[in-house]
């Protein structure tokens, strides 16, 4: 089994080390051999998104949108309306597919595990929406021009869990809108 590891350069070798011990009661368990490789942002591009299955959070691949976003420098008014857009996009998502906002919920009970700082507020505020909005109100809620809308955009635990055929998806249909 191979397992791939998505971190920052300065902590990879020390998280890989701790992660191979962590797997040696499992690898004996069940009498396999899971090899654990490293990687950083730097090493995505020598990867191709159809070969890999995340199985915690989502990796960045780079398609054509995002290539695209990163190199135009946007005022903060367009970031907004392109947040606007992906949002839009989500809200036409969720409802056409319910089990998007249980993985979102479930991303968001994971992230409030971990001491995430100034950010765990909106990861709290985003736990209760989920949590106690309706699809149609959270669809509402997504394509609202509310300040506390706009603000809460910014760190949308929708996006974070569609996997990288559903994202790229998604930015396609936005990169045609737009």
């Known amino acids: 089994m191979l397992v791939g590891v998505l971190h920052e350069t300065k ?3 020390n998280y890989i080390h701790r992660l191979r011990k962590q797997l040696h009661p499992v690898e004996r368990e069940f009498d396999l051999t899971i090899e654990v490789n490293g990687y950083t942002k730097a090493d995505l591009p020598d990867l191709a998104a159809n070969t890999v299955t995340p199985l915690y959070g989502f990796l960045p691949f780079q398609d054509k949108y995002s290539r695209q976003m990163r190199a ?10 392109r947040m606007l857009t992906l949002s839009r996009k989500l809200a036409e998502a969720i409802e056409h597919d319910a089990s998007l906002v249980r993985r979102a919920k479930e991303h968001v009970h994971r992230m409030l ?20 909005y309706s699809i149609r ?15 809460l955009r910014q760190s949308n635990p929708l996006f974070a869990i569609l996997n990288p ?14």
């Open 137 to 151: 109100r959270l669809s509402q809620f997504l394509t609202a021009t509310s300040e506390r809308a706009y603000r």
């Open 113 to 132: 595990k971990k001491d995430h700082g100034s950010a765990t507020k909106d990861i709290e505020e985003w736990r209760d929406i989920l949590e106690s």
């Open 72 to 81: 135009t420098p946007l005022t903060h008014a367009q970031r907004d309306q």
């Open 11 to 13: 902590h990879l070798a």
């Open 165 to 178: 055929d559903e994202r790229s998806r998604l930015l396609n249909e936005i990169g045609e809108i737009q």
